[in-house]
């Protein structure tokens, strides 16, 4: 009976492995070990999705999910309307770049997203960038935050 305790403990090893396998995994932030908390201030959500409304959605779709060409030229060699809702590339980038790229448009050549600072406040390009950052899974979200502590 000894004999085949090894193999049964092997059995149940691989019968957890597998029936694990179809679960999603938790990403967690490496540098603390932990699911970065997200903290939103329920009006200044409001007021982001307010302005997104009014002003990105034109442009970036009612989801934020951008232009289904995104990542294709167009024929001027700027690129359409990225995703915002985390399926793109705006979590790549700091809230210091979001902040810029909306207050002061693309770079000339990348895109044609115009300028809002002369009709957004910085309450309000604030309030947006929460907005879509809301919307970005959780994974996406903790990628960005470790990206943002790595500064």
Not at 33 to 61: E, F, I, K, S
Not at 81 to 101: A, F, K, M, Q, R
Not at 125 to 140: G, H, N, Y
Request: with cysteine; glycine share 10%.
């Amino acid at each position: 009976m000894l004999h085949k305790i090894p193999g049964l403990i092997f059995v149940i090893g691989i019968m957890g492995i597998v029936s694990g396998c179809d679960q999603k995994p938790k990403v967690m932030s490496s540098s603390t070990g932990l699911m970065p908390q997200r903290t939103y201030d329920v009006q200044q959500l409001a007021l982001g999705q307010q302005v997104y409304v009014a002003n990105c959605a034109v442009c970036h779709g009612d989801n934020a999910q951008g232009a289904s060409n995104w990542q294709q030229r167009n024929p001027d060699g700027t690129f359409p309307p990225p995703p915002l809702n985390g399926t793109g590339h705006s979590w790549h980038h700091s809230t210091e770049i979001l902040y810029d790229v909306i207050a002061n448009g693309s770079q000339p050549g990348q895109g044609n997203m115009p300028a809002w600072k002369d009709r957004l406040t910085k309450e309000q390009i604030d309030a947006v960038i929460i907005w879509f950052q809301s919307l970005w899974p959780d994974q996406v979200y903790a990628a960005w935050y470790e990206m943002q502590q790595r500064k």
